[in-house]
């Protein structure tokens, strides 16, 4: 079946430090990819998507790409900002019947001024 | 934005009991909303589907008669956890999918807060 692993946390950074939260994952298919942000208190929030090989989510000054030849879609941002800090779950939707998610386990990440 | 409301954000039980955890969607129609469950340090695990008008669609290995969904308006689920056990203490999160988005995989998801059930 399908399932995304990604880093185990905290990741703990200072503020303007460059960001990676690793993610792979394995599906059937053609799957979709995500990354969803979960701040303290708060439901999740997509953060960014991409729909096929080689497209590049991108919002909020995150970055990911997805990269099928080695099933990745590692999360990235070159400068960190303490309100980043939160829960961040990269997840996968499968191309069968309409569409649910498959979670990673989530990475906290904590940015200290 | 569309927003997911969901009550309580936590509860605390006693074995025995049953629990109800509401899900409603303020701003928006949602004919299918999602359950799920969440370990500490694992992932979101879906539970069930939840459709309205209709019998909710469950995960291998969840049990029906404990888990009880009812999906009986566009803007309102819930999650009932009957004669609830230790072991039903986790974190519930539901989401919906606006109704018009069409069911394709790229739709957003909105989630609720979450529930923290704790059962003594």
């Known amino acids: ?113 | 934005g569309a927003v997911v409301s969901q009550h309580p954000s936590w509860v605390i039980c006693k074995s025995g009991t049953s629990v109800k955890i509401e899900c409603r969607s303020l701003d928006f129609q949602a004919t299918t909303m999602f359950w799920y469950r969440q370990f500490p340090k694992q992932s979101l695990m879906l539970m069930a589907t939840s459709n309205e008008g209709s019998k909710a669609t469950y995960e291998q290995g969840v049990e029906k008669d404990k888990f009880l969904i009812n999906h009986a308006s566009l803007t309102l689920s819930t999650l009932t956890v009957t004669s609830a056990h230790p072991e039903d203490s986790s974190f519930y999160i539901c989401s919906a999918r606006a109704w018009g988005s069409g069911f394709t995989r790229d739709s957003p998801l909105h989630f609720g807060n979450g529930t923290r059930l704790t059962v003594t």
Request: charged share 20%; hydrophobic share 35%; aromatic share 12%.
């Open chain 1, 1 to 113: 079946g399908d399932s995304v692993t990604q880093m185990e946390g905290p990741v703990t950074l200072s503020e303007e430090a460059f960001l990676t939260i690793n993610c792979t994952y394995t599906a059937t298919g053609y799957p979709s990819l995500f990354w969803y942000v979960q701040y303290p208190g708060e439901g999740l929030q997509l953060l960014l998507k991409a729909t096929k090989a080689d497209d590049k989510g991108s919002n909020k000054g995150f970055e990911a790409t997805y990269r099928k030849e080695t099933t990745s879609f590692h999360l990235e941002k070159g400068s960190v900002q303490v309100s980043d800090s939160a829960v961040y779950f990269c997840a996968l939707s499968d191309q069968a019947g309409y569409s649910t998610l498959t979670f990673g386990k989530g990475t906290m990440l904590l940015v200290s001024p």
